[in-house]
Every structure is written in C-alpha cells, then in structure tokens.
C-alpha cells in the first residue's frame, strides 16, 4: 500500500483481556518497527523485524508482550492479560534498507484497558 | 546507549515570533538526528534529518535544524512562527549501522499565541 496501515485505529478492552494489535508495512519495506507512546512517557521502542526475524525484542516490557511477522510483511503485536499500565498509542513504522532515514510511520492504535 | 534530552515539555510562541525547540543528545557513536512532529490523533512526520555533510539541515515547513558535535546539540528552528505549527514535536536519535531503532525524546507541545 501507499502507507503504513493499522488496525484497529482505536481499541478498549477490559482489563485481563488479550488484545491484537495489526500493522500492515509498506509494500517491500523489509524493516518493520513497533513504538509505544505513553502519556508523558514520550516513545519507546518495543521490538525490531527484519523479515520475519526479530533480532531485537529489548524493549517488550514484559512476557505478556509478544510479536510476530509473517510473509515479511503483515505484523501482530498480541498483549496477553491487559493491565491499565499497558493504555496507550502503539505505532508500528517500516523501513526499506535504508534504515532509519527511511521510516514511515502508521497512524496508532490507540488502545484503553478499563 | 543513546538518550535524548528535550528542554521543555511546553513552549509558546507568539504568532510571528521566532521558534526555538531544544534537543541535546547522548551518544557514543556519530548519530544519525531526527524530528519528528505529531499532529492530534496522528502519526509521526519527519521533519528532517541529519546523516552526514552539511550540519545545517533545512527541513519541511520552513524548519531548520543544525548539528553542534562540541555542544551535543540538535535544536529545531522556524523564523516565524505559523498557527499550523502548534502539534508535538520529538527529536529521536539513531545508530547508524546498528538496527538503527529510535530513540526518542519525550517531546514538546508547542503552542501558538494568535
């Protein structure tokens, strides 16, 4: 596609629930990045792809997170047993062999935990 | 590791009046510097970059930035401030030839006075 796409633009979930979060890259981006914004937090990495590999999941807070690539495109972020800790916008971007200077970023899932 | 210092998490400016935006950043390697900038309920643009060469880089929207390596410095200028500024700005750095994720600053509001 044109742009990094998202899904769901918006999500609330009861606290304790699992949660999927999409991000579909640009077409041919081999990169494929997840970001967490928090109030006041400001971004924080969460995990890497190249491919379908992540050689860098340092930033997933804690095990309930995970993240998954598939076909070197489409990516899911699962969040297991949600906390109200865990609200926020979750932005996934892609990038070509060009690396940071060539990111694009979705628009967010915003995600509230009640 | 990287890190990145934002002074001021609110600046306003009187329409008109010059922009200034502080970034000072942490890193054991040349970076690569970044800004972003945020709209309400969007993603992240880029507003320009530095890689390497010129240290004054002119980015979108009239916007300007000038890598100081004796100061650690990245600060984001605009001559005269435009009502289309006030959004969220983040300055993010990256290590180039790693897996070149962002590190971010955790952004400032910047607010236009009619």
């Known amino acids: 596609g044109a742009g990094v796409s998202q899904s769901p633009s918006n999500k609330v979930t009861e606290k304790g629930k699992d949660v999927e979060l999409r991000c579909d890259p640009i077409?041919?981006?081999?990169?494929l990045y997840w970001y967490r914004q928090s109030l006041g937090q400001g971004l924080e990495f969460l995990i890497y792809f190249q491919g379908n590999s992540a050689p860098d999941k340092s930033g997933l807070p804690s095990d309930r997170f995970s993240a998954e690539r598939t076909g070197g495109s489409v990516s899911t972020l699962t969040i297991q047993r949600t906390q109200q800790e865990d609200s926020a916008v979750y932005l996934c971007?892609?990038?070509?062999?060009?690396?940071?200077?060539?990111?694009?970023f979705g628009s967010g899932t915003r995600l509230t935990v009640v | 590791a990287q890190s990145v210092t934002q002074l001021g998490s609110h600046v306003s400016v009187s329409e008109g009046a010059l922009v200034l935006l502080r970034c000072n950043y942490s890193s054991s390697v040349p970076p690569y510097l970044f800004w972003y900038v945020q709209y309400p309920n969007q993603g992240l643009q880029l507003l320009l970059k530095?890689?390497?060469?010129?240290?004054l880089v002119k980015g979108i929207n009239g916007f300007e930035a000038e890598f100081k390596k004796s100061e650690t410095s990245f600060h984001l200028t605009k001559p005269s401030a435009h009502m289309s500024d006030a959004a969220e700005y983040f300055c993010?750095?990256?290590?180039?030839?790693?897996?070149?994720?962002?590190?971010f600053g955790t952004g400032t509001r910047l607010t236009i006075i009619p």
């Open positions: 530095y890689t390497t060469g010129a240290t």
């Open positions: 993010a750095v990256s290590d180039p030839g790693g897996n070149e994720k962002l590190t």
């Open positions: 077409s041919g981006h081999t990169a």
């Open positions: 971007a892609s990038s070509s062999s060009q690396g940071a200077t060539g990111y694009t």
